[in-house]
Nanobody, 116 residues
């Protein structure tokens, strides 16, 4: 089993920044993908960014140039630095760990609200 613990959400003004963290523990294997997804009220969950073990990132078009995903493999932790936040970034952000056949895991979610 794997546990994911997220932190760093909150309320921020438009143009501000937040940093999300997600620490994984349990049965972790090296070859895995970690990422962030988000779900706004009334909308489907969507991909924000993912990063593979080697560190190569992938971003949704809506966050390119504003968000940066990174990971610390020694700590089994993934981060999401969010800059130039917009009101439309408001959502619950979920951490994901995908180990293929070994399992797909989700965090409990952390609320990010961008509002003045």
């Amino acid at each position: 089993q794997v546990q994911l613990v997220e932190s760093g959400g909150g309320l921020v003004q438009p143009g501000g920044s937040l940093r999300l963290s997600c620490a994984a523990s349990g049965s972790i294997f090296r070859l895995y993908v970690m990422g962030w997804y988000r779900q706004a009220p009334g909308k489907q969950r969507e991909l924000v960014a993912t990063i593979i073990s080697s560190g190569s990132p992938n971003y949704a078009d809506s966050v390119k140039g504003r968000f940066t995903i990174s990971r610390d493999n020694a700590k089994n932790t993934v981060y999401l630095q969010m800059n130039s936040l917009k009101r439309e970034d408001t959502a619950v952000y979920y951490c994901n760990l995908n180990q293929g056949a070994r399992g797909d895991y989700w965090g409990q979610g952390t609320q990010v609200t961008v509002s003045s």
